[in-house]
């Protein structure tokens, strides 16, 4: 299969799909089948050596999209030249596959210890195993593209890096917190993935290939942890679930910001004034759009599960990502603002 086919939609079962155990058990059925019969290997699914695949200096189609990206969304990047577009975007494009992967090794070891605390029979084992796999092959598809466009970039911000050992434990101490940062995780960089699909840019083919597969699959990914979170926040005690209901903004925003926001030496690297930085991440009126826009699903699964109350409200409002909550999983935001 190459990047120019239409590649299968991954399943996704409706939201409706909500309530009891036998149904949520057979949710997880349903997602590791499809993992099983709709899965891809960036090895065989991703003509790397392929001649239109080739990254060469001074190729246009990295310039960042000036409707869809937010730093191509500027007047100071699209005011710079060409070559200098060009550069930037290939720089920020291959560190958000850098990020992606070290995003995907913390979730990579947080779900396998998740799996390791599991009784025999569970039905959860299975299908998160299987999303482990397939997070391993994303992490290798991530690598090939940050290797053939610009090796040099480091990927998260570096405290993150420096805490990366930790957080995978919240699986097995706090799921829930680690499920929130999860979705805080794949949201963002599927709802760019997702955006610039729609909008048809002229993207160089290794990037549109790498999205095309990582939106697919991710659909069950992020799909798993949606179903997970409305089956098993609802049973737990009042007390608990006002924390959960302050915990989940916080971890959204935070993690957002350490995630789409470029690290220090991009800003340093192609000498990006400090006021252009702080308008991009998060001042101008495009940002705070495209952080509301960002957790449109989030805030419908709020809902979902009992976490939107007076406080938690405010604290959406406070962190600048509420809005409209989405009516369905992925919908279009286009009418949203």
């Given at each position: 299969?190459?990047?120019?086919?239409?590649?299968?939609?991954?399943?996704?079962?409706?939201?409706?799909?909500?309530?009891?155990?036998?149904?949520?058990?057979?949710?997880?059925?349903?997602?590791?089948?499809?993992?099983?019969?709709?899965?891809?290997?960036?090895?065989?699914?991703?003509?790397?050596?392929?001649?239109?695949?080739?990254?060469?200096?001074?190729?246009?189609?990295?310039?960042?999209?000036?409707?869809?990206?937010?730093?191509?969304?500027?007047?100071?990047?699209?005011?710079?030249?060409?070559?200098?577009?060009?550069?930037i975007g290939m720089w920020r494009q291959a560190n958000v596959a850098k990020v992606g992967l070290q995003?995907?090794?913390?979730?990579?070891?947080?779900?396998?210890?998740?799996?390791?605390?599991?009784?025999?029979?569970?039905?959860?084992?299975?299908?998160?195993?299987?999303?482990?796999?397939?997070?391993?092959?994303?992490?290798?598809?991530?690598?090939?593209?940050?290797?053939?466009?610009?090796?040099?970039?480091?990927?998260?911000?570096?405290?993150?890096?420096?805490?990366?050992?930790?957080?995978?434990?919240?699986?097995?101490?706090?799921?829930?917190?680690f499920f929130f940062g999860v979705l805080a995780g794949e949201e963002p960089i599927d709802h760019l993935q997702k955006d610039f699909l729609r909008a048809g840019e002229n993207i160089h083919p290794v990037m549109s290939a790498v999205m095309e597969l990582h939106v697919a699959e991710e659909a069950r990914h992020i799909s798993f942890a949606h179903h997970h979170l409305r089956e098993t926040i609802p049973h737990k005690n009042r007390p608990t679930k006002w924390a959960l209901s302050i915990a989940m903004p916080l971890v959204m925003r935070i993690l957002c910001g350490a995630i789409a926001s470029p690290p220090p030496a991009f800003f340093k690297k192609f000498d990006v004034p400090h006021e252009v930085k702080k308008d991009i991440f998060w001042n101008s009126q495009d940002s705070r759009i495209f952080l509301s826009d960002v957790f449109g699903d989030v805030r419908m699964l709020a809902e979902q599960c009992g976490l939107m109350n007076p406080v938690s409200k405010q604290m959406w409002k406070a962190l600048k990502i509420d809005g409209r909550a989405s009516r369905y999983r992925s919908e279009p935001r286009y009418d949203a603002h």
């Amino acid at each position: 299969m190459t990047s120019t086919q239409p590649r299968p939609i991954a399943y996704e079962p409706p939201a409706s799909k909500i309530g009891t155990e036998a149904t949520y058990n057979q949710v997880l059925e349903d997602l590791s089948d499809a993992s099983v019969h709709r899965n891809f290997d960036p090895y065989v699914d991703i003509p790397w050596d392929a001649p239109e695949m080739a990254v060469v200096p001074n190729d246009e189609r990295w310039i960042l999209s000036y409707d869809v990206d937010p730093i191509g969304k500027h007047p100071w990047y699209q005011a710079q030249p060409k070559e200098k577009q060009i550069a930037i975007g290939m720089w920020r494009q291959a560190n958000v596959a850098k990020v992606g992967l070290q995003f995907e090794s913390i979730l990579i070891r947080g779900l396998l210890l998740y799996a390791s605390k599991m009784k025999n029979g569970d039905k959860r084992f299975r299908y998160v195993t299987h999303e482990s796999k397939e997070e391993c092959n994303h992490t290798l598809m991530f690598q090939e593209m940050v290797n053939r466009v610009d090796p040099s970039v480091p990927g998260m911000r570096r405290l993150l890096r420096l805490i990366d050992p930790i957080i995978p434990l919240f699986a097995a101490i706090w799921p829930s917190v680690f499920f929130f940062g999860v979705l805080a995780g794949e949201e963002p960089i599927d709802h760019l993935q997702k955006d610039f699909l729609r909008a048809g840019e002229n993207i160089h083919p290794v990037m549109s290939a790498v999205m095309e597969l990582h939106v697919a699959e991710e659909a069950r990914h992020i799909s798993f942890a949606h179903h997970h979170l409305r089956e098993t926040i609802p049973h737990k005690n009042r007390p608990t679930k006002w924390a959960l209901s302050i915990a989940m903004p916080l971890v959204m925003r935070i993690l957002c910001g350490a995630i789409a926001s470029p690290p220090p030496a991009f800003f340093k690297k192609f000498d990006v004034p400090h006021e252009v930085k702080k308008d991009i991440f998060w001042n101008s009126q495009d940002s705070r759009i495209f952080l509301s826009d960002v957790f449109g699903d989030v805030r419908m699964l709020a809902e979902q599960c009992g976490l939107m109350n007076p406080v938690s409200k405010q604290m959406w409002k406070a962190l600048k990502i509420d809005g409209r909550a989405s009516r369905y999983r992925s919908e279009p935001r286009y009418d949203a603002h």
